[in-house]
């Protein structure tokens, strides 16, 4: 709703409502010869409302509408470093048009959250078997299986992985299980030139087991929390958090997080 108070007599001819989203990116070649950026409108609406006309006494007032936005927009998205910019930004302006010319307009961001992506079963089991090598010489093979709780979160929750593994046919301790959490982001500039920076931003180190030994009948759960904040705590040894941004796939901006065990 627009909440609108009036001081005093005024003729309103039209109640302007401006929805407008743009999509930016720069990014740096440490050169004096070449930069790269890109800007491009995502969407842009102006609608009046009907029957707001005619005059307004003092008094407050006010007036209900219902926008919807298009399902395949960019999610909402500010990332600053020092080798890049990018932000996919949405605001809505209220623009009050009165016969007297003392028109009244505010502004203000709206925050849009993307629909996830639809995967099939990316969060079934996944196995990895490989052969272990120390020293070139081979020491055995090793079989981690894991399964994903689920492949879609929100900031604030846990990420849990139960991991199973076979060392019994290897000849070396598993020193620890890493979870880890890293952050793709990958610009394309007016040329569709693209650029990625990769990032880890959270991990952390759950006990390993021996060799000749396995835990598929008791597996191990590794979680890892989702959180705004970037965390460095000494008593939580083998532990690294950064900071978080929403997940955003846009046409000049994507932000994507892989989660690695």
């Not at 099939?120 to 981690?144: Q, R």
Request: charged share 30%.
């Amino acid at each position: 709703s627009i909440y609108i108070e009036v001081l005093k007599c005024v003729s309103v001819r039209d109640l302007i409502l401006k929805f407008v989203g743009r999509e930016k990116n720069y990014w740096d070649k440490h050169s004096r010869f070449r930069n790269y950026t890109a800007e491009r409108v995502i969407l842009g609406f102006e609608i009046a409302l009907p029957g707001v006309r005619g005059a307004f006494v003092p008094g407050q007032y006010e007036f209900p509408f219902v926008f919807q936005f298009p399902d395949d927009i960019p999610g909402s998205f500010r990332k600053k470093e020092t080798a890049f910019k990018a932000k996919v930004k949405y605001t809505l302006t209220t623009h009050l048009a009165t016969n007297d010319g003392n028109d009244v307009e505010f502004k203000t961001e709206i925050i849009v959250r993307q629909k996830p992506p639809l995967i099939a079963n990316n969060n079934g089991p996944k196995t990895v078997e490989s052969d272990v090598c120390h020293c070139c010489a081979g020491k055995g093979k090793s079989v981690l299986i894991c399964n994903f709780e689920k492949d879609a979160y929100i900031l604030g929750e846990t990420l849990r992985v139960v991991c199973r593994c076979d060392n019994s046919n290897c000849e070396l301790d598993i020193k620890c299980f890493r979870l880890s959490l890293r952050q793709n982001i990958v610009l394309i500039d007016t040329s569709e030139l693209e650029k990625t920076w990769s990032k880890e931003i959270a991990c952390k180190e759950f006990p390993g087991i021996g060799k000749k030994e396995k835990n598929i009948d008791k597996p191990q759960v590794l979680d890892l929390k989702l959180d705004y904040q970037s965390e460095s705590n000494p008593t939580d040894k083998g532990t690294k958090k950064d900071m978080l941004q929403p997940s955003v796939r846009g046409k000049l901006i994507s932000c994507q997080y892989t989660a690695t065990v």
